[in-house]
């Protein structure tokens, strides 16, 4: 069974992403059982650049991804489910921590974070704003559960726990 946590405060600089970033290693160094994600809806990508391993080679690795040209980070994520709906293989954004920093665990996954987070927010509150088609058509509901359905799926054959850093606001990209 999938398990899921928001790590969320309306203030900012209050430790949110350092949290995120000691509570998943640890959580996933203790339960080997389960695949644990973390999900960094914060584009300022803190938690992403510490769980890489921080400094310049996590900053450019992180470039790297947000640069392909399916973005390998939440933006990717959030766009294929809205222009293309299909997000099958999940493994077009996410990446495998222990790859870059061999301290983590190999349960350990990151959905990245992305400064254009911010930038694809006016493309999702247009599409949640859609006029439905019909009586069992909801834009909006769709929309603002495409993080929900997210860690409701079975990734990698085991349930798998997730945790959701955030940034100090309340917009769509964290409904
Ligand atoms: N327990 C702690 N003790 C001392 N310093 C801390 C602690 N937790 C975090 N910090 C430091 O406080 C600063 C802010 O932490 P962090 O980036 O985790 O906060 P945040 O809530 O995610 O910020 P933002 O709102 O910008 O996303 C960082 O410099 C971090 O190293
Ligand atoms: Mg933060």
Redesign the pocket.
């Known amino acids: 069974m999938n398990k899921s946590y928001v790590i969320w405060?309306n203030?900012?600089?209050?430790?949110?992403?350092?949290?995120t970033f000691h509570i998943a290693s640890m959580y996933a160094e203790k339960n080997p059982d389960r695949n644990v994600v973390v999900i960094d809806m914060?584009p300022?990508a803190?938690?992403s650049m510490m769980l890489m391993g921080g400094g310049t080679g996590a900053e450019s690795r992180l470039q790297e991804l947000i640069m392909g040209d399916i973005p390998k980070t939440v933006v990717g994520y959030l766009t294929d489910s809205v222009l293309k709906n299909d997000t099958t293989d999940v493994n077009k954004y996410l990446i495998q921590l222990n790859e870059s920093n061999s301290k983590l665990p190999s349960n350990l996954f990151l959905m990245p974070g992305d400064g254009n987070l911010e930038l694809i927010a006016p493309l999702l509150a247009e599409r949640a704003d859609a006029t439905p088609l019909s009586s069992t058509d909801s834009p909006w509901v769709e929309i603002h559960s495409i993080i929900k359905k997210l860690t409701e799926r079975t990734l990698f054959g085991k349930p798998t726990t997730f945790f959701i850093?955030t940034?100090?606001s309340f917009s769509i990209i964290h409904k």
């Open positions: 405060n203030k900012g600089g209050v430790g949110k992403s350092t949290i914060c300022q803190n938690s850093d940034n100090p």
